[in-house]
């Protein structure tokens, strides 16, 4: 899959008479086609009808018309395997013409009753609609080819057939139909012994789980190909499973582990003398020495792997390269050469007509531009490369956050521009209207008049255009505005969730305690009345005593509940805008509790041990205690969730806590919550109140809760400090004033 990756669109030529292998035809097609025909010849190498034949293409048809002389060639089963064969020729380099060929092979197949060599056909049609884009089409021969091939028990090309049926619905995005069907093409490759249908089936798989950012399953496939690539002892394979490797760690943020595997698929890359392989080592490599801050080492690899792309024409892996180099050359300051890589970058994106590598273009272009102090061109970069990300962003809430946070900026940014823009035409024209005047009043007292009501009209004009132009950008920004309280609204209701699991969590052990004796106590019922019978009166005084003792614990269990129930209504019927007396400590530990047994119902894994720390003496302030509660909420969830991606980064001999400790300091209370979690990098420190701003993978954060916490406090009069250090934890301090 890799390979679909680094390719750029072409037409393949086969030159006439030359010696041109099937596999070194394969190499250079997946070399000079497209992302998506690449992605399709992918599984062709694995399972061609004559996978281990070395015959040329020109070799191929003569073979062919010395057959055909002879009488009865269209029942001999050679001649049509050798036919099937042409076919998969011609299905990938002239699907019409594969068309043509193969009804007249199908004919023959079924003439001679040969119901491989039919399904082989109809395989290969559908190879041809691939070829063409229409998936559809090509689903239906592969379903028609599977029912030939399971009603003639032909089971060792189920497989193959099965893994082509997969990769349509993994291009029709249908992942899930994908992998079952990839799943079932995995036992009876097993069945048959078939490493090579297996191998490429387990690419295939940990490809659907790369996409869907599964990226421990998508390692652990390809690690799985690898194994069988390394007893196979195919050296090209494992070079391409050892890169897809190493991409999958650098993703996981293991640039180290990352590391080691590219070095290997390098060495032997170099070792086997293959340019297209040695390429895609060389620009992971840079990634991954990028995010090791190995400047030096990064813009040598990058090089590198233009050098190559240049050299054999690799239009996609040439762009995604220049777009690396230009963003590290950006990022050490030397915007004159990042700038000419980017800009040669976008032109190569925009003649293969690549939308994600023209976005990726863009973005760097906007940057330099900016940094440069282009504004006009930094301005248009930086639309393009919003629109670009917008069409191929296909997460709904991931699309709609980063639509929303696009328009807001694009729309600060262009109002900024067009207020600059409209400044400078004022004074170009103030100064052009005060030299005119003069000169008329000098030379041409007659035109004064005609001129000035000319220019005077012309002032107007301009007048209402900034006025229209102001009342738009109003409006956009209002809707813009409208927007951000809905997410506020939403980020409010998802806290809301987190909290309700806790409280249900605490309302549910009383209850269980009291239908437990509920239930004993209707037992013990049932045994008084067969002591009644029996006349045990002594048992009988034994068992009232146990229920009187079932009842006051029942008793005290329902008080417990009521008074967690009549404490949640306390918080509802307060309004929002009420400030009320509230103890501190109380709030703390109450939302304490309530965020972890919430993160519990949450994750099922989650553990942690937490500790509370109450201030003595501490005086009741006057506070809007459900914001309030909320900001502890969000900074005691974030801490929660700190040290659970530090637990499940693996460290054994990790134990993770979580501190909430309530001060008293002159005129002020200090809310402190520590943890030991991942910590935040320094880089970014200054940025975690910023609405959107998350580090939190897609889908688990909306970039609020912070500021939001933020806002509260200071709402309050008060304020957040933060101390943290990488992968040793955070500590997040609330002050609030007593009075």
Request: with cysteine; hydrophobic share 40%.
């Amino acid at each position: 899959m890799i390979l679909a990756i680094i390719l750029r669109p072409s037409i393949l030529v086969v030159p006439a008479g030359s010696n041109y292998t099937f596999r070194q035809f394969f190499r250079s097609y997946v070399r000079k086609r497209g992302c998506f025909l690449a992605l399709f010849g992918f599984f062709y190498l694995f399972f061609p009808v004559g996978m281990c034949v070395a015959q040329s293409l020109d070799s191929l048809m003569v073979t062919l018309k010395q057959m055909e002389k002879k009488p009865g060639f269209e029942k001999d089963t050679f001649y049509l395997n050798t036919a099937n064969e042409l076919g998969y020729y011609l299905a990938e380099t002239n699907p019409d013409s594969a068309f043509l060929f193969l009804d007249r092979q199908l004919e023959w197949c079924r003439k001679a009753k040969f119901s491989k060599g039919e399904a082989e056909a109809l395989k290969i049609y559908g190879n041809a609609f691939q070829a063409k884009g229409d998936f559809k089409g090509s689903l239906d021969y592969y379903n028609r080819a599977l029912t030939i091939a399971k009603t003639a028990n032909e089971e060792k090309i189920i497989p193959g057939i099965l893994n082509n049926i997969g990769l349509v619905h993994f291009n029709l995005g249908n992942y899930s139909e994908a992998l079952n069907t990839y799943f079932v093409a995995i036992k009876g490759a097993e069945k048959v012994n078939n490493n090579f249908v297996k191998a490429a089936v387990l690419n295939n798989i940990a490809y659907v789980y790369l996409e869907l950012e599964n990226l421990d399953d998508a390692e652990a496939y390809y690690l799985k190909v690898l194994e069988i690539d390394s007893m196979s002892g195919d050296v090209r394979r494992m070079i391409q499973s050892l890169t897809n490797i190493g991409d999958v760690r650098l993703q996981q943020n293991r640039p180290l582990d990352a590391l080691l595997s590219l070095r290997k698929a390098y060495n032997m890359a170099i070792g086997l003398e293959s340019p297209d392989l040695v390429e895609m080592a060389s620009r992971t490599l840079a990634s991954i020495y990028v995010a090791l801050d190995s400047s030096d080492r990064a813009e040598s690899f990058f090089r590198e792997s233009i050098s190559i792309s240049k050299q054999h024409n690799y239009g996609v892996p040439l762009v995604k390269s220049m777009i690396g180099l230009s963003e590290l050359l950006y990022e050490n300051g030397n915007y004159k050469e990042a700038l000419g890589f980017a800009i040669d970058a976008k032109e190569q994106a925009e003649k293969m007509h690549q939308t994600i590598l023209m976005r990726n273009a863009h973005n760097v272009l906007s940057k330099i531009y900016e940094a440069e102090g282009n504004t006009p061109a930094a301005l248009k970069s930086y639309k393009l490369f919003k629109q670009y990300n917008d069409s191929i962003n296909d997460l709904r809430s991931k699309k709609v956050a980063a639509t929303l946070e696009a328009e807001y900026a694009f729309s600060k940014k262009t109002l900024e521009f067009e207020k600059a823009s409209q400044r400078q035409r004022w004074i170009i024209f103030s100064a052009f209207a005060g030299l005119f005047t003069f000169l008329v009043i000098l030379f041409i007292i007659a035109r004064n008049k005609r001129k000035l009501n000319k220019a005077y009209h012309t002032l107007q004009e301009k007048s209402v255009e900034i006025e229209n132009k102001n009342e738009t950008l109003e409006q956009t920004l209002n809707q813009l505005q409208s927007a951000q309280l809905q997410l506020i609204q939403a980020e409010k209701m998802a806290s809301l969730g987190e909290l309700t699991a806790g409280i249900a969590h605490e309302i549910q052990n009383p209850l269980n305690f009291i239908i437990n004796f509920s239930e004993l106590n209707s037992e013990m019922v049932d045994e008084i009345r067969t002591e009644l019978e029996n006349g045990n009166e002594k048992e009988i005084n034994y068992l009232l005593g146990y229920i009187k003792d079932n009842e006051q614990k029942i008793g005290q269990h329902g008080k417990r509940a009521d008074a967690i129930v009549k404490g949640m209504l306390a918080h509802s019927r307060s309004q929002p805008g009420e400030k009320r007396i509230t103890d501190i400590n109380r709030l703390a530990k109450e939302y304490l509790r309530l965020t972890y047994q919430g993160l519990k119902t949450k994750f099922n894994d989650f553990e942690s041990e937490y500790h509370f720390e109450p201030a003595v003496d501490l005086p009741s302030i006057e506070i809007l205690p459900q914001e309030m509660g909320r900001a502890f909420f969000n900074l005691m969830q974030n801490a929660f969730y700190a040290v659970y991606e530090r637990k499940n980064a693996g460290d054994p001999n990790y134990k993770p806590f979580v501190d909430v400790m309530v001060k008293l300091e002159d005129d002020h209370i200090k809310v402190v919550v520590r943890d030991n979690g991942i910590g935040i990098p320094e880089s970014i420190r200054n940025k975690i109140f910023q609405p959107f701003f998350t580090t939190k993978p897609t889908g688990q954060g909306t970039g609020l809760g912070l500021s939001l916490s933020y806002d509260i406090v200071k709402a309050h009069g008060g304020e957040i400090k933060l101390h943290s250090e990488e992968h040793k934890g955070s500590e997040f301090i609330i002050i609030l004033p007593v009075k």
